[in-house]
């Protein structure tokens, strides 16, 4: 199965500034990666696909690039309510995988 | 607007069996296949099973296969999981997702603790 890495682990960032995660995958993915948000006591959110296709609702300071094994989400410039666990995940090749996340912490 | 209502869990001794469901409302449920995560306690996410929109195909982690059943129910617009030979590694909150290739709508979770 593919294996997808995620770092850093955990992004101390201060409100306002820009956010880079990281996600690769342990061969190529084409570009079918989707990114999801977690808060505590939720459930995951859906936040782009395709790479860089944002969901309905989504605003408009996530972005997602990438393609084959190299993939980033930016968040242009934090906002408190998008401090969260991020997960990447690939849905290329069965099974579907996930990273293991990147937590984005208050600085 | 899609809905996915999970049910089910609760606390379980190790070899013991739960069944979970999701309702599902908001979308054709018989067109779409459905999927079950699960996330450990503090842990990330894990897929565990997939069932094709007309139950004609499933698809299970290794993690619990021969040990779990997926199945859905069409005319209810509800998604099963048959959990037996249950471990405490199996400990997690159980969700179900609407597939779209990726995950593209979730419920909110059940918790299924496996303890004695």
């Known amino acids: 199965e593919i294996v997808m890495t995620q770092s850093p682990a955990t992004l101390s960032v201060s409100p306002g500034e820009r956010a880079t995660l990281s996600c690769r995958a342990s061969?190529?993915?084409?570009?079918?990666l989707a990114w999801y948000q977690q808060k505590p006591g939720q459930a995951p959110r859906l936040l782009i696909y395709g790479a860089s296709t944002r969901a309905t609702g989504i605003p408009a300071r996530f972005s997602g690039s990438g393609s084959g094994t190299e993939f980033t989400l930016t968040i242009s410039s934090l906002q408190s309510e998008d401090f969260a666990v991020y997960y990447c995940?690939?849905?290329?090749?069965?099974?579907?995988?996930f990273g293991g996340g990147t937590k984005v912490e208050i600085k | 607007q899609v809905q996915l209502v999970e049910s089910g869990g609760g606390v379980v001794q190790p070899g013991g069996s739960l069944r979970l469901s999701c309702a599902a409302s908001?979308?054709?449920?018989?067109?779409?296949?459905m999927h079950w995560v699960r996330q450990a306690p503090g842990k990330g996410l894990e897929w565990v099973a997939f069932?094709?929109?007309?139950?004609?195909?499933?698809y299970y982690a290794d993690s619990v296969k021969g040990r779990f059943t997926i199945s859905r129910d069409n005319s209810k617009n509800t998604l099963y999981l048959q959990m037996n030979s249950l471990r405490a590694e199996d400990t997690a909150v159980y969700y179900c997702?609407?597939?779209?290739?990726?995950?593209?709508?979730w419920g909110q979770g059940t918790l299924v603790t496996v303890s004695s």
């Open positions: 997702a609407k597939d779209m290739l990726w995950f593209g709508d």
């Open positions: 908001g979308f054709t449920f018989s067109s779409y296949g």
């Open positions: 069932i094709r929109y007309d139950g004609s195909n499933k």
């Open positions: 061969q190529s993915v084409s570009s079918n």
């Open positions: 995940q690939q849905y290329n090749n069965w099974p579907p995988t």
